[in-house]
Nanobody, 126 residues
Framework: QVQLVESGGGLVQAGGSLRLSCAVSGRSFSNYAMGWFRQAPGKEREFVAAIRGYGGSTYYADSVKGRFTISRDNAKNTVYLQMNSLKPEDTAVFFC???????????????????WGQGTQVTVSS
């Protein structure tokens, strides 16, 4: 059983930074592709960033490229999302997700992920 717990959300002013963490329980964390998604009120869940297991290839939504950085520490079973230069439009609930088998062409698709955390609220004030 894979369980994911996000932390690190909060309220920050525009231009500020936050680092989200996602702690994963279960075996074979290193094998899992990990993704960060977000959902704003009234909107669909959207892809933010993802990182492969071994090899660590990373993927970003155009809206966060250059501002957000995804990373992982396989020894700690944890994936991170460093968010800089935050904007009010980044306000959302952020979720981490894990999937053992996902093609690169589908890594941005939330429906490809079987395991999800409960989410952490990020609010960026103007």
């Amino acid at each position: 059983q894979v369980q994911l717990v996000e932390s690190g959300g909060g309220l920050v002013q525009a231009g500020g930074s936050l680092r989200l963490s996602c702690a994963v329980s279960g075996r074979s964390f290193s094998n899992y592709a990990m993704g960060w998604f977000r959902q704003a009120p009234g909107k669909e869940r959207e892809f933010v960033a993802a990182i492969r297991g071994y090899g660590g290839s990373t993927y970003y939504a155009d809206s966060v490229k250059g501002r957000f950085t995804i990373s992982r520490d396989n020894a700690k079973n944890t994936v991170y999302l460093q968010m800089n230069s935050l904007k009010p439009e980044d306000t959302a609930v952020f979720f981490c997700a894990a999937e053992a088998f996902v093609r690169s062409s589908q890594i941005r698709n939330p429906h490809e992920y079987d395991h999800w955390g409960q989410g952490t609220q990020v609010t960026v004030s103007s």
